[in-house]
């Protein structure tokens, strides 16, 4: 079975630094994979998605998430943070020929001045 | 915009009176999907439909149900609401292929809160 895992529930960054959220996926199969961010009360909104056309994936509000097949990860990542960047990042995989998503346990990112 | 909309946003319902919450789309996918997600929780996934085929997870309460009259809507009901309940209901869509993707397009969200 798929599954995610999300490395840390929270990370802490300063306004301005690098961002840097994990996420690995177990799965004999490369996935479809995806970055989902949620804030506070609202759905989720797709970030980025990786669908083996390539393997530096650039999503919106700069972001960007690289696969690498070796290391089974699809990490998030953005090189200077913004105070707005603060809310909760998804990582999902999907496999082919299934309708369904599983998600990572979320990471909650906090931005400080 | 094509999108995905839940009404109401915020539902307080009484412990034990039936509660539904709707979801529309116009993006015209063949799938939708019911989640339950509670406070710093990833989504759990109730059901889908898969068109007219519905799927239930095997570890959702009896206590929920869906409807789908039609492509655009889908509907979440609550037959005897508990305050275990009280959560956020989100639904997606989705076209899932190889051509499409196997992204999923979340509506905002029902606050549902149960007195």
């Known amino acids: 079975a798929q599954s995610v895992t999300q490395l840390g529930s929270h990370v802490s960054v300063s306004e301005g630094a690098l961002v840097l959220l994990r996420c690995n996926y177990s799965?004999?199969?490369?996935?479809?994979l995806f970055w989902y961010v949620q804030y506070p009360n609202q759905g989720l909104q797709l970030l980025l998605k990786?669908?083996?056309?390539?393997?530096l994936v650039k999503g919106i509000n700069g972001f960007e998430a690289e696969f690498k097949k070796s290391e089974t990860s699809f990490h998030l990542t953005k090189p200077s943070a913004h105070m707005s960047d603060a809310a909760e990042y998804f990582c999902a995989a999907a496999t082919s020929g299934y309708s369904t998503l599983t998600f990572g346990k979320g990471t909650m990112l906090l931005v400080s001045p | 915009d094509a999108m995905v909309i839940q009404n109401p946003r915020y539902q307080v319902t009484q412990f034990g009176k039936p509660v539904t919450l709707s979801c529309s789309q116009t993006l015209n996918h063949n799938v939708m999907y019911w989640y339950q997600q509670k406070s710093s929780q990833a989504p759990k996934l109730l059901f889908h439909y898969y068109d007219k085929d519905f799927n239930n997870e095997a570890d959702t309460p009896d206590n929920f149900q869906s409807r789908r009259p039609n492509t655009s809507f889908c509907f979440l009901d609550i037959r005897s609401p508990g305050l275990g309940d009280a959560a956020m209901y989100l639904c997606?869509?989705?076209?899932?292929?190889?051509?499409?993707?196997?992204?999923?397009?979340f509506g905002p969200g029902t606050r549902l809160t149960v007195t």
């Open positions: 799965s004999s199969v490369p996935p479809y």
């Open positions: 990786y669908t083996s056309a390539a393997t």
């Open positions: 997606a869509t989705s076209r899932p292929g190889r051509t499409s993707g196997y992204e999923q397009y």
